[in-house]
């Protein structure tokens, strides 16, 4: 995969700024596209089982970034943070700091190659086939499917690649000669702000959003799934099913049983606080190095 970075970045009247970035695959034989139509699927626990950033932090514990002990206290604390329910104001500005502690310093090639290699050894065999089967779906149909992320939009994109999925939205990391300075363009794509990313998306690709669909496992996405024609929630937690239930919404659930019951749904304040502790830990490894 070419690893150059090509995101097109749009900030609308209300000064909201989204980033998107194309995975610039398009398998052979691939249908006329729907030029009005496309699918947006949420990655943690929607696409994924858990959270993409834990995923990425167990690889770099793998590679000796920091210790498994350090690991598991990241674990703890995001099941902490679902049970409490502290996904408030501060905590988002928690997360938001920790999002930029996460990608301060790294090149952007080197980011794209590890999440290659670590999609491949821990995410894969995570993807709910049942999702994917969704958004290969929707791609037979003509449809782009993008997915939507709070991790850097690079990341998303090496995920969606690896898919064989439009691109990815994802939160803007600024970039300065290749490497990460560690401030945003923009906010935190998380909650309302996935819902106008997608909307500024549409309006640069001519998509009617009355013909769109979204899927999410969080409470947290009603503003993405709500600007949609139709929303379907995947293995929602318990405010989103509820709420799917009253609006009528589509229910998939790939979980079975007690599997569902213990499956911890990482909040993104919670991945926040994940990607400053594996971004503490990348630091304490490059300070061995140099001594």
């Not at 398009?26 to 139509?37: K, L, Q, Y």
């Not at 696409?47 to 990241?74: E, H, N, P, V």
Request: proline content about 4%; aromatic content about 6%.
């Amino acid at each position: 995969m070419a690893r150059t970075r090509k995101v097109t970045v749009s900030t609308d009247a209300h000064g909201h700024t989204a980033g998107w970035a194309p995975t610039e695959l398009e398998p052979p034989g691939s249908p006329a596209p729907d030029p009005t139509a496309a699918a947006f699927f949420d990655i943690d626990n929607t696409m994924m089982q858990g959270a993409s950033i834990y995923w990425f932090a167990r690889g770099l514990a793998a590679r000796k970034y920091f210790t498994t002990g350090d690991l598991a206290r990241f674990a703890w604390q995001q099941l902490r943070f679902r049970l409490l329910a502290t996904e408030h104001a501060g905590d988002m500005r928690h997360a938001r700091e920790a999002a930029l502690a996460f990608v301060e310093g790294w090149r952007v090639d080197d980011v794209e190659r590890l999440t290659e290699e670590i999609f491949d050894e821990l995410m894969a065999p995570r993807i709910w086939a049942g999702t994917r089967k969704l958004a290969l779906r929707h791609l037979d149909d003509g449809m782009r499917v993008w997915l939507v992320s709070a991790a850097p939009v690079e990341i998303g994109r090496v995920i969606a690649a690896r898919l064989g999925l439009t691109g990815a939205i994802g939160t803007v990391a600024e970039i300065v000669d290749g490497v990460y300075t560690g401030r945003l363009v923009g906010d935190l794509m998380h909650g309302p702000a996935k819902a106008e990313a997608v909307a500024q998306l549409a309006a640069v690709e001519g998509l009617a959003l009355s013909r769109c669909v979204a899927y999410s496992d969080s409470a947290n996405d009603l503003p993405m799934l709500s600007t949609v024609g139709r929303a379907v929630a995947v293995n929602p937690d318990g405010v989103l099913l509820r709420t799917a239930r009253e609006r009528g919404w589509e229910v998939r659930d790939f979980r079975t049983g007690r599997r569902a019951a213990r499956i911890a749904v990482p909040s993104t304040a919670a991945a926040g606080l994940l990607a400053g502790a594996v971004s503490a830990g990348v630091a304490l490894h490059r300070r061995r190095r140099l001594r």
